[in-house]
């Protein structure tokens, strides 16, 4: 007996009793792999005969004027082609491609909008799709109605092997000709051995649908969605507006704490001078006191001005790099931590920074939130890549859900190509992995 997670369930589990290999032919994903192989030589046929007599209509007609318009209204038809097709594999294959960029014309007019077309290289893989899925769609529709077909046919055949029984001799005639030859089934054991050739093919088929449906996702993922260029282009926009955003958060909260606090401080401090002054040739004790007070409020000050400045980017991450710079932040943690750096050399300043930054956030999440007794923090390089582990053995629980600092830090390191990855059961430990380019 198996257990299987349906969608929409949460943990409740749906059992069955059948293996996977005998629920495959019943499964609501084969039938519907049955159905796009199904409609895709029908369709192929139509997007085929279409697109190819309109490409060689246009290339034929460049020599006038009305060649360029045939081909744009071609690539126009082959785009809304693909978004019928992106339709079909999203009901039935269930994968999301996204739509590519629009066809933007710099001016208004026909003659613009015919050059944006021609230009678009998303409208001609669109085109090129509808050209080589018909061969594809002819080959999967023969495979996969031929396994179907032969295969429920032969399973089921003694519920209908009465159509092929010899009238004079009560055998089963499955073939004869003119020659004498003949191939019949007269006992049940050839029966049955027909049926488990059968029950072979049945099992075979859903295996065979997704071969052949594989084939046509890799098409419909690489003609038919957005470009490679046009995804990177919308993921550094979205990059971007991660890091303004960012950017953005750090200066309120650099704003906030020298409002809060060491400006607070030098504030109070200048009217306790003021005052020591007023006092000095009347109370001089008193003032002296006061002298005494503004003092250590300048060590206070200047020590919370220095953390907000190691906050952001020590002095000792500059001058000596990370092993340092993680080592002073591992001596101010709550929790002893065991810092192990082993790199090369020093990767970009802007990726030690961060990386920096990660550590100093996972180690004040140790310190707040996991009632550890120990900690470590490792730095190494693999290829291209700077690594970054952080675990405890603390109460566990940590999660990027929910805007937890966990998620800020998720997308400050994806802004810069990087990725977060949170180990951390109920009771622990929690092992916390970072990954950022090199970027030398």
């Not at 279409?50 to 007609?61: D, E």
């Not at 594999?89 to 026909?110: H, Q, T, Y």
């Not at 700077?386 to 997308?411: K, W």
Request: aromatic residues 6%; hydrophobic residues 45%; charged residues 20%.
């Amino acid at each position: 007996m198996s257990t299987e997670y349906g969608p929409g369930r949460g943990t409740a589990p749906r059992r069955h009793f059948l293996p996977p290999v005998l629920r495959a032919p019943l499964e609501a994903r084969t039938w519907r792999e049955f159905g796009y192989v199904l409609l895709g030589l029908p369709i192929g046929v139509v997007l085929f005969s279409y697109s190819l007599i309109m490409l060689v209509t246009g290339l034929g007609m460049l020599v006038t004027f009305l060649g360029a318009p045939i081909l744009a209204a071609t690539l126009a038809s082959a785009r809304g082609f693909g978004a019928m097709e992106r339709a079909r594999a999203r009901l039935l294959l269930g994968m999301d491609i996204g739509r590519p960029a629009p066809v933007r014309a710099k001016k208004g007019g026909l003659l613009a909008w015919t050059g944006a077309l021609l230009r678009s290289g998303e409208s001609w893989r669109n085109l090129l799709y509808a050209l080589v899925q018909f061969p594809w769609a002819v080959f999967s529709f023969v495979v996969g109605v031929t396994f179907w077909a032969t295969g429920w046919g032969v399973l089921t055949f003694p519920l209908w092997q009465w159509a092929y029984r010899d009238v004079n001799g009560g055998r089963i005639v499955l073939f004869h000709d003119t020659s004498g030859t003949t191939v019949d089934l007269g006992v049940p054991l050839q029966t049955a051995l027909v049926c488990a050739l059968g029950l072979v093919l049945v099992i075979a088929t859903p295996y065979v649908l997704r071969g052949l449906t594989a084939v046509d996702r890799v098409m419909v993922g690489a003609l038919l969605g957005p470009s490679r260029l046009e995804s990177r282009v919308s993921e550094l926009e979205s990059d971007r507006g991660v890091v303004v955003d960012t950017a953005a958060a750090d200066l309120r909260r650099i704003e906030r704490d020298l409002h809060d606090g060491a400006q607070a401080r030098l504030v109070a401090l200048a009217m306790d001078l003021g005052l020591a002054k007023e006092k000095l040739a009347e109370d001089p004790e008193a003032a002296a006191r006061m002298v005494d007070e503004a003092h250590g409020e300048v060590k206070t000050a200047l020590q919370e001005l220095r953390d907000l400045a190691r906050g952001i980017h020590p002095a000792v991450l500059t001058d000596r790099g990370l092993d340092a710079a993680l080592s002073s932040l591992a001596a101010r943690c709550t929790v002893p931590v065991k810092v192990e750096v082993d790199l090369p050399e020093r990767p970009a300043p802007a990726i030690e920074g961060i990386a920096y930054f990660t550590v100093s956030e996972l180690l004040q999440n140790i310190s707040k939130h996991s009632a550890a007794r120990t900690a470590t923090a490792d730095v190494w390089q693999s290829q291209d890549r700077l690594l970054i582990q952080v675990s405890d053995d603390g109460v566990g629980g940590a999660d990027t859900a929910g805007g937890s600092g966990l998620s800020g830090l998720a997308d400050r390191l994806g802004a810069m190509d990087g990725v977060l990855v949170v180990d951390s059961p109920q009771g622990g430990p929690t092992r916390i992995t970072a990954e950022l380019p090199w970027r030398e």
